[in-house]
């Protein structure tokens, strides 16, 4: 919704995407806790899909290419809000330095004390460029990852993003006969957001977790919470 960002071409978010070494900051920065994320849904939920699209790889090149192609970034110069209660610095210095590395992108933190100022400066549209966004599903469905974050009237579309082909594949997933074809049209509509690029996918939670030699049957939820009422003692 702000100047920078208005009637932007998708070209400039993908080439973006490109120039963060997913890899790499989830091994070192987050210790293997993340797994870089492949799509706009994670592997745990039903309806994740192969997108076969490059624009989660990191690619320097391309991803200069793009964002020349695309027409540039507005001002050449982003910033990343975060909430500073939440340990996100350092990832966020991490993304930022390596946008500035591949592609001469200016980057950097805009920090906010804590999560609910962080909130209202995006409820309030006063959000600089970009903002840290997390999602945890209410439940395992790949619609739980899109309609409530790109929906037009989603309260969490903090980003504004109003597109309406991608808003009548969400209609026609809900006013599906079948959970099947429901998840078929939003995985559709997850195919046009890489077209259109409202966010930038990092990564995902890796469970850590462990058991006692002791006890069996041991299960995580799609919450990444053990299911305790299900584990049996040998």
């Known amino acids: 919704y702000t100047k920078q960002w208005k009637d932007i071409d998708p070209k400039v978010m993908q080439g973006l995407s490109m120039a963060i070494d997913r890899e790499t900051i989830t091994k070192t920065v987050l210790n293997n806790t993340r797994k870089p994320a492949k799509s706009f849904t994670p592997p745990q939920v039903k309806g994740n899909q192969d997108l076969d699209t490059e624009v989660f790889d990191y690619n320097p090149d391309e991803a200069k290419k793009l964002i020349k192609e695309g027409g540039g970034v507005p001002d050449n110069k982003i910033f990343i809000q975060y909430n500073t209660d939440g340990g996100h610095k350092e990832w966020v210095t991490a993304v930022c330095e390596s946008i500035r590395n591949a592609t001469g992108v200016e980057c950097l933190g805009d920090a906010k004390p804590d999560f609910p100022t962080d909130l209202e400066a995006r409820d309030n549209d ?8 997390g999602w945890v599903a209410d439940y395992p469905l790949n619609v739980n990852f899109m309609r409530e974050l790109y ?72 919450h990444g919470d053990f299911e305790v009422t299900e584990v049996t003692v040998k």
């Open 151 to 222: 929906g037009t009237t989603a309260e969490a579309n903090n980003g504004r993003f109003s597109d309406k082909e991608v808003d009548g594949l969400f209609k026609k997933g809900d006013n599906a006969a079948t959970l099947e074809e429901s998840i078929k049209f939003y995985q559709e509509a997850e195919e046009a957001l890489v077209e259109k690029m409202p966010a930038i996918p990092l990564w995902t939670y890796q469970i850590n977790g462990g058991h006692g030699k002791d006890v069996d049957n041991v299960k995580v939820d799609f």
């Open 126 to 133: 006063e959000v600089k460029s970009f903002y840290r966004g």
